[in-house]
């Protein structure tokens, strides 16, 4: 069984937003309100005023990362992890596709961005002076940010913004130069909130080759680095255990959470005749009810109104607990 105390979805005290996405290496944000409510399940205190503070403060930072998705990554991680995610090969092409072509697309974009603080997606069209629409715009800026240049701003009036990445942290993204030692720290990192797991799996959550992912676990193992205070590696076992007469552990997890996305398999928490109830296709992924360490459900949210749909049997009595603090955290 997969570890939910390596993942904090025990919810440890002492935690804040930068603590929780240090821990994960990396979380998954294609969708901010998922990405928040991911936050919640790993923390019994964290508002989602906690969060955004974080990421106004820029201690967290919204960017392309592990599989060139959007993820929430540490500020202080961003070298080693942009030197392992800032291929631009796929964004080149999907440019092309856009019919946003010519030798200056990465200039372009720079100046676009440059001293403008964050700009959404209409305010950026108007200064790229028709060289780029639509989804065109977006990849230019994911252009930008696989050469360091760009991330993604909080959003403002409900939309996302694009900023410059001189402007929102101070200076452009350094990729660390040391490939060996980004990789050890990946895998390293990897480990510690993935457990158990192996080289394939690391392979399938940050898009590197299998022969990448088995150099960095070799590198890691190389390395053998002590946690940190905090940090220990609980077994899976342990993680599984519930407080005396408190039953197993129940969480509600959002859509596109870390604990389904992180390994190559879902097969050991989702039974297969299930597994088309949570992933229906169309790249849509249902927020799931955990219960001890296994799927055991699906739930949906209406603003801050919750349903719960379980696969069968009746789940523990502690999800009405976490259908009020998601209640707590979204109010």
């Known amino acids: 069984m997969r570890s939910v105390e ?32 991911a936050f919640r399940a790993r923390s019994a205190t964290l508002a989602r005023a906690d969060v ?16 060139g998705t959007l993820h929430f990554t540490h500020v202080d991680d961003l070298p080693w992890l942009h030197a392992l995610t800032r291929r631009d090969t796929g964004t080149l092409r999907r ?23 964050p700009l959404t997606k209409t305010e ?15 990849h ?3 252009l930008a940010a696989h050469h360091g240049l760009a991330v993604l701003g909080p959003p403002r009036g409900g939309k ?32 510690r909130a993935h457990q158990p797991s192996e080289p394939e799996d690391l392979a399938a959550w940050s898009g590197l080759s299998l022969g990448d992912a088995r150099t960095a676990w070799r590198l890691a193992a190389a390395v053998q680095k002590r946690p940190a205070a905090g940090d220990s590696e609980p ?12 039953g197993p552990m129940v969480r509600l997890a959002p859509a596109f959470d870390e604990y389904l996305l992180g390994w190559q398999s879902r097969d050991p928490i989702l039974a297969a005749e299930h597994a088309r109830t949570v992933f229906p296709g169309g790249g849509v992924l249902r927020p799931v009810i955990i219960v001890g360490g296994e799927i055991k459900g699906v739930w949906s949210r209406k603003g801050a109104e919750v349903t719960v749909t379980p696969f069968a049997e009746p789940v523990p009595g502690s999800l009405d607990d976490e259908i009020e603090d998601v209640r707590r955290f979204l109010s």
């Open 124 to 138: 950026l069209t108007e200064r790229l002076a028709g060289r780029a629409h639509g989804q065109g715009v977006v």
């Open 6 to 37: 390596a993942q904090l979805l025990h919810r440890p005290p002492g935690h804040d937003a930068g603590d929780v996405v240090r821990r994960l290496a990396a979380m998954q944000a294609q969708d901010i309100p998922s990405a928040y409510l």
């Open 160 to 191: 996302p913004t694009y900023v410059h990445a001189a402007d929102w942290l101070g200076a452009p993204i350094a990729a660390e130069r040391d490939r060996e030692r980004a990789l050890a720290e990946l895998a390293l990192r990897y480990r």
């Open 95 to 117: 440019l092309a596709q856009e019919g946003v072509t010519g030798d200056d697309l990465l200039p372009l974009i720079d100046r676009a961005l440059a001293g403008q603080g």
């Open 52 to 67: 955004e503070a974080a990421w106004q403060a820029r201690e967290i930072v919204r960017t392309w990362g592990p599989r």
């Open 140 to 142: 230019l800026v994911a």
């Open 235 to 246: 077994s899976a076992a342990a993680s599984e255990s519930p407080a005396a007469g408190r």
